[in-house]
C-alpha cells in the first residue's frame, strides 16, 4: 500500500501472525476459574478486545469477567491467570500463539522489491 510517498505493508495479526486461540485452552481458562466452558466464553470475550489493546491490564480485565461470572478471583487466582498469557512451562492457554511461519512473510515484501 503506498500513502504520501510512503510505502507500508500490512500483516494481519488475528490468523496471519497468530493462530486463532484453541478450544482446549479455553476449557483449561474455563475449567482454571470453575465454570463450564459456554458460561465462561461471554465473559472472557467480552472485554478481550480491551485487553489486547492494553485498555485494561491483566488484573482489571480478570476482575471484569469474574464479575461477569458472579464470581471474586483472589489475588493469586488472577495473578495465575495473568501467567497464562505468558509463554513457556505448558503453562500458556492464553490467545496470543505465534504461527512457526509467519517470520518468513515478515520477509516476503523486501524479496518483491519493497524497501526495507
Keep these: ?6 510505502t507500508w505493508v500490512v500483516f494481519d495479526y ?3 501472525i497468530c493462530t486463532p486461540q484453541p478450544d482446549e485452552d479455553v476449557a483449561a ?20 478486545l480491551s485487553y489486547d489493546r492494553a485498555e485494561l491490564d491483566g488484573t482489571t480485565y ?14 493469586a487466582q488472577v495473578a495465575e491467570l ?12 492464553d490467545f496470543v500463539q505465534g504461527r512457526p511461519d509467519w517470520a518468513s512473510l515478515a520477509g516476503e515484501p ?3 522489491g519493497q524497501p526495507a
Design 29 to 48: 481458562l474455563a475449567a482454571a476459574v470453575g465454570v463450564p466452558v459456554p458460561d465462561f466464553q461471554g465473559p472472557y470475550w467480552a472485554y478481550r
Design 1 to 6: 500500500m503506498t500513502a504520501a510517498g510512503s
Design 62 to 75: 480478570w476482575h471484569k469477567v469474574a464479575a461477569a461470572l458472579g464470581l471474586s478471583f483472589a489475588a
Design 110 to 112: 523486501r524479496r518483491l
Design 82 to 93: 495473568v501467567l497464562r498469557a505468558l509463554p513457556g512451562e505448558g503453562r500458556h492457554t
Design 14 to 16: 488475528g490468523g496471519v
